[in-house]
């Protein structure tokens, strides 16, 4: 039987209040939210980010986990919130903020065991996400994990003078099972 939560080079766990100091640093370079999230780039406060936690903890239709690579360093964290229990639908995200855990395959380790999670231990239907079409390492990941491209927010996102797209991707149960 396959561990749950538990790949090659990471394991998915709870958030520790270490882990939010860390969060909270990634929120000081813009760069990082700019990628992440469509509100305007600003530092997060710990109050800000323990409320968003304890929210998480609480909730009936959201999971929050950190990443933790094989030294059981904090890599970054993967949430499965607005779910939707009636229609068995959930939206994914993931973060990963210090350039040194970048591209070394945690990200997308970490991605296969919350869609595991999502389908096989909540028994959802369908994921999905929405990205920016300038984030395009993220595109990619989501595209080899069989996420289907569904439709586009165009100019949604305007940023340095620019306006950018939203993509919403899907993965359907049936399309992630091997």
């Known amino acids: 039987m396959k561990t749950l939560l538990q790949g090659k ?3 998915l766990t709870q958030v520790t209040k270490e882990d939010l100091e860390a969060i ?3 929120y000081h370079n813009s760069n990082f939210s700019r990628l992440f999230d469509a509100l305007p780039a600003a530092p997060r406060t710990m109050d800000q980010l323990e409320s968003w936690l304890q929210e998480s903890n609480e909730s009936n239709n959201q999971y929050t986990f950190s990443i933790r ?6 890599v970054g964290y993967v949430e ?5 229990w009636i229609h068995r639908n959930g939206w994914v ?14 990200g997308m380790e970490a991605m296969q065991l919350l869609i ?3 389908f096989y231990e909540c028994n959802l239907h369908r994921l999905q996400l929405t990205v920016f079409s300038y984030n395009q390492p993220a595109i990619s990941m989501y595209e080899k994990l ?14 340095d003078g620019q306006a950018f797209d ?11 099972i091997k």
């Open 9 to 11: 080079q990471v394991r």
């Open 24 to 26: 909270a640093d990634w």
């Open 69 to 74: 690579n094989e030294s059981n360093e904090f």
């Open 80 to 84: 499965l919130e607005s779910i939707l």
């Open 93 to 106: 995200s993931i973060a990963i903020g210090d350039e040194e855990y970048q591209g070394k395959g945690y």
């Open 116 to 118: 595991d999670f999502a």
């Open 146 to 159: 069989g996420f289907k491209k569904e439709g586009t927010h165009r100019e949604f996102l305007l940023r």
């Open 166 to 176: 939203m993509h919403l991707y899907g993965l359907l149960d049936y399309e992630w």
